[in-house]
């Protein structure tokens, strides 16, 4: 049980975001064929990073209790996965939050004009 511990918080963390981008729309419930496209592409192109590092030598996985101990490749374990698109997913709405953001002390500021 305990294997999973960091897979679950993942999840959870995960979670959070998802309901973070829920409420103000921000990503995947804005336009979600454009953010599965971004997320799949960034956590392609981290992955090819992190195989990149295992073959020279510079990344391998660690030993832990928290971890499922699954591999999806040599030295890459399932959490990494996982990890990498919650990354690149908050990446996502962190920028167009912030985007949002400006948007709406723009408009504010707009409307104060006399």
Do not use: N
């Amino acid at each position: 049980m305990i294997g999973l511990a960091y897979l679950a918080v993942q999840a959870l963390s995960f979670a959070g975001i998802l309901v973070i981008d829920h409420r103000w729309k921000l990503a995947a419930f804005r336009a979600p064929a454009a953010t599965a496209l971004a997320v799949t592409a960034s956590v392609a192109l981290l992955l090819t990073w992190d195989v990149l590092g295992v073959r020279s030598g510079v990344f391998f996985r660690g030993q832990t209790d928290f971890m499922t101990g699954l591999l999806v490749a040599p030295e890459i374990p399932l959490e990494e996965v996982v990890f990498l698109a919650f990354l690149s997913h908050l990446a996502l709405v962190c920028a167009t939050g912030v985007v949002t953001a400006v948007e709406h002390v723009s408009a504010r500021r707009e409307g104060e004009r006399p």
